[in-house]
């Protein structure tokens, strides 16, 4: 192989194993949650306000909920006894989007009609799983949804 050639040749491992290092980390910052602006809390005025919003692609809902008997991980307490919390509205039975809250503040699926109340908690099947719930963050006076929450 002549020194050109063989040049030429590191050049292409250099840059291949450049291509698989950037990939490896583009891998990387792929599985990091995304960050998304919901909007400002002056919103939820009232217990049911609430923001539509796209989480990862994924129709989504932050809604002001009444006080609950217990804090857990899919509510965020803002001061003045205000929680609020955050789902997607996809169906956790087949997949279909859920209605939006209806007047009797629970989102009914319409294809198999399962029922989630407002905090995105399931009350009647087929699906006995809730929506999954998004983590929520204050910064700045701005709701970001920065994640799912496990279940
Ligand atoms: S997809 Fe929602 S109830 Fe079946």
Request: charged share 20%.
């Amino acid at each position: 192989m002549g020194n050109s050639r063989r040049q030429v040749v590191q050049s292409l491992l250099v840059g291949g194993v450049g291509v698989a290092a950037g990939q490896t980390s583009s891998l990387a910052r792929q599985t990091k949650p995304a960050d998304v602006t919901v909007g400002g809390v002056e919103v939820f005025k009232k217990e049911f306000d609430s923001i539509s919003f796209v989480y990862e692609g994924v129709n989504s809902l932050a809604v002001r909920i009444p006080a609950p008997r217990e804090v857990n991980e899919r509510m965020l307490e803002l001061d003045k006894k205000i929680f609020l919390t955050a789902f997607t509205l996809t169906c956790m039975h087949q997949g279909c989007e859920t209605n939006a809250l209806n007047s009797d503040h629970v989102l009914v699926c319409p294809c198999h009609d399962s029922i989630y109340d407002a905090d995105g908690t399931v009350i009647q099947g087929p699906t006995k799983k809730s929506l999954q719930a998004l983590k929520l963050e204050l910064r700045d006076g701005k709701l970001h949804a920065v994640g799912r929450v496990s279940t």
